[in-house]
């Protein structure tokens, strides 16, 4: 005798084709019968639903399906007894033909399920397209004081590298709005990487760097002699580059 599982047209809307994901409707959670289940048993049936969507809901024998399932034939006998409420025994042909025959009449109800179904899921990728375009248009052009080049500093400890962003820069731009804090920014990398013990933590990163800008500030006492700090950092990397 094979089984079948009840109202398979419920859980499968397409004929002639072997899907590769079954519905699973909230209303389950009103079904009583489904939190009798214990645990196990409740992970067979999801399991059965799965198989059964290769073969129109129609399962397997019992050994097929103990295999599928990868677990004993006495277990799943056992918990097929225990789903009786969800299955539906099929002994002959006769018994298929009475099964379409009565499926017949919720066709029309499960196509417009399913139409409904189509619609909400694509009303669903539309919103999701719109939401990526969105996301992909700058809300304003960028200038070129906002453009942030990828710059990593080598640090010491972990984590090893210290990437500059957005949110720092515009932190430190509207705390310095008159210095070129990119130009300043790659002069201090060159300096960190000098020496070793010039190397900073990536977490006092954003420390260091502000409080170099600070002495880069024309206010500071020490202006001429950042300025020529500047112009020594320069050269440096001049060099490198060269």
Same mark, same amino acid.
């Given at each position: 005798m094979k089984n079948r599982i009840k109202n398979w047209n419920k859980f499968q809307h397409f004929s002639n084709r072997k899907p590769i !994901?079954?519905? *699973?409707?909230r209303d389950l959670l009103e079904n009583p019968e489904w939190f009798d289940l214990d645990g196990d048993t409740a992970k067979i049936l999801i399991g059965l639903w799965l198989i059964a969507s290769e073969n129109e809901g129609f399962l397997p024998d019992l050994k097929t399906l103990s295999f599928r399932l /990868? $677990? @004993?034939? #006495?277990? $799943? +006998?056992? #918990? *097929? $007894?225990? *789903? +009786?409420n969800f299955l539906q025994p099929v002994e002959n042909s006769e018994d298929i033909n009475t099964i379409s025959s009565n499926e017949e009449s919720d066709i029309n109800t499960t196509s417009t399920r399913h139409q409904l179904d189509s619609a909400e899921k694509r009303r669903e990728e539309k919103e999701e397209r719109r939401e990526r375009e969105e996301a992909g248009k700058p809300s304003v052009m960028p200038s070129h004081d906002s453009f942030q080049p990828e710059i990593i500093f080598i640090t010491r400890g972990r984590p090893k590298t210290w990437t500059l962003t957005n949110a720092f820069l515009a932190k430190a731009k509207g705390i310095y709005p008159n210095i070129d804090l990119i130009t300043q920014i790659r002069i201090a990398k060159v300096w960190t990487e000098e020496k070793d013990h010039h190397k900073k933590t990536a977490v006092g990163m954003e420390t260091f760097l502000l409080n !170099?800008?600070? /002495?880069? @500030?024309p206010s500071k006492p020490q202006a001429r002699k950042s300025v020529d700090v500047e112009d020594f950092l320069r050269n440096k990397l001049a060099e490198i580059q060269s």
């Open positions: !994901w079954i519905k *699973l409707y /990868r $677990t @004993t034939q #006495a277990k $799943t +006998e056992q #918990a *097929l $007894t225990k *789903l +009786e !170099w800008f600070g /002495r880069c @500030t």
